[in-house]
C-alpha cells in the first residue's frame, strides 16, 4: 500500500521543498498551484524552514489520498505531519505556529492582536469565497 501511495504521489507531481531534518520527516501538503489557500500553507511553513513534501491536486479527480486525509470537505489544503491529518487552512497554520514553536512567530503574542489576526484572516477567506461564488 505504502509503495502504491509512493507512486501514486510521484504521479501527481509530488516535490520536496527544503531541507527535512528529524521533526520534518513526515510534512506533506495536499495543494494546488493556484488555490490561495493552500500557498498560504506553504509560506507558514516556509517561514518556520520546515521541509515539507508538496502534491499538487487535480481538483477534477481528486487523489485517493486526499479523499481519506480530508473525507469531511475533500478540499486543499490538507497538511499531514508524521501520518495525521489536519485540514482548513487557518487551522493549519495555527498549528504550524505552535508545532514548530522555536520557528519564526506568525501569530502574534498578544491575545488581542491574534483575535485581530484571525478577524482579517476570516475577513479575506469570505471575501475570496464571494468572489469564487460570483464567477462560477
Ligand atoms: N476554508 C477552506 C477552503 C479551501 C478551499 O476552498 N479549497 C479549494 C481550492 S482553493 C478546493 O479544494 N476546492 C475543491 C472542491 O471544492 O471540491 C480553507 O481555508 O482551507
Known amino acids: ?28 501538503v495536499f495543494g494546488m498551484w493556484a488555490s490561495p489557500m493552500a500557498i498560504r500553507v ?25 479523499l481519506r486525509h480530508n473525507p469531511v470537505t475533500k478540499k486543499v489544503p490538507v497538511l499531514v505531519h508524521d501520518g495525521k491529518p489536519i485540514a482548513e487552512s ?15 512567530p506568525i501569530m502574534p503574542a498578544d491575545p488581542y492582536d491574534r483575535a485581530q489576526a484571525r478577524f482579517w484572516a476570516r475577513f479575506a477567506d469570505d471575501k475570496v469565497n464571494a468572489y469564487a461564488l460570483s464567477v462560477q
Open 42 to 66: 506553504e509560506w507558514a511553513l516556509r517561514l518556520k524552514g520546515v521541509g515539507y513534501e508538496y502534491v499538487d491536486e487535480d481538483l477534477a479527480s481528486k487523489s485517493d489520498a486526499l
Open 90 to 104: 487557518t487551522i493549519i497554520v495555527e498549528y504550524i505556529d505552535e508545532a514548530w514553536k522555536d520557528g519564526y
Open 1 to 28: 500500500f505504502i509503495a502504491h501511495e509512493q507512486k501514486r504521489d510521484q504521479h501527481q507531481s509530488s516535490k520536496q521543498h527544503g531541507g527535512p531534518t528529524m521533526a520534518e520527516k513526515g510534512v506533506k
